[in-house]
């Protein structure tokens, strides 16, 4: 059984801080990675994509990849009240092309 | 573009009526996901399609749930009979190369609200 498992939180930061978001994975098969960011009651929208071990920086965020560990993370510098959602990590391993299996969330609370 | 559009945005049924959820993907998009939200089990890939064809259908719950893609701009998603445990959101997402910042973003619809009471 293949599972993506992270921290349902609610994680709470204040306004300028910076927010870290983390994500375990079972299958060392996976390939490609992605966080998703979710406002209540809307559809998730993507906001970063890494594929190889390292840091990936784009704005204020930066995803984190170690394959070793079979860790991704997501951080948020500058933390805005805007940010407030729930951050969904999602992986897809050679050979499922498209086939996302997603983390059940982690709920961010920005306070300003 | 208009990005994905789903039909209805909530729908509310009473337990063993048919219901069909529909989708049209992002004009060019090759690739075609049904998802199901629920706060226990999070977001579950049901079903997805490429170039109108099935290629995984392992997450559909139940031969109660079918699935179909009748061309590049259509596909449904029916559930007959439905049953309360179907409640939750249903999502249509869509893939396609150069549609977004990467080439395996999925662009996802607004949802359908299902309510089976």
């Known amino acids: 059984q293949k599972e993506v498992e992270q921290n349902s939180g609610p994680l709470s930061v204040p306004e300028g801080a910076i927010a870290s978001l983390n994500c375990t994975y079972s299958d060392r098969g996976s390939q490609s990675f992605f966080w998703y960011r979710q406002y209540s009651g809307k559809s998730p929208e993507l906001i970063m994509s890494i594929y190889s071990n390292g840091d990936k920086e784009d704005g204020r965020f930066t995803a984190q990849l170690n394959k070793a560990s079979q860790y991704v993370s997501l951080l948020i510098r500058d933390s805005q009240p805007s940010d407030s959602a729930t951050y969904l990590c999602a992986v897809t391993h050679r050979g499922s092309q498209g086939n996302l299996i997603f983390g059940k969330g982690t709920k961010l609370s920005v306070k300003p | 573009d208009a990005g994905v559009i789903q039909s209805p945005r909530h729908e509310v049924t009473e337990m063993g009526q048919e219901v069909t959820l529909r989708c049209k993907p992002i004009?060019?998009?090759?690739?075609l996901f049904w998802y199901r939200q629920t706060m226990m089990r999070g977001l579950e890939l049901l079903i997805y399609f490429n170039n109108n064809v099935p290629i995984d259908d392992s997450g559909m719950p139940e031969d109660r749930f079918s699935a179909k893609m009748p061309n590049a701009s259509f596909s449904t998603l029916k559930i007959q009979p439905s049953e309360p445990r179907d409640s939750a959101v249903y999502f249509c997402a869509t893939q396609g190369y150069g549609g977004g910042r990467y080439d395996d973003e999925q662009f996802f619809g607004p949802g359908t609200r299902l309510t089976v009471l």
């Open positions: 004009s060019g998009h090759n690739s």
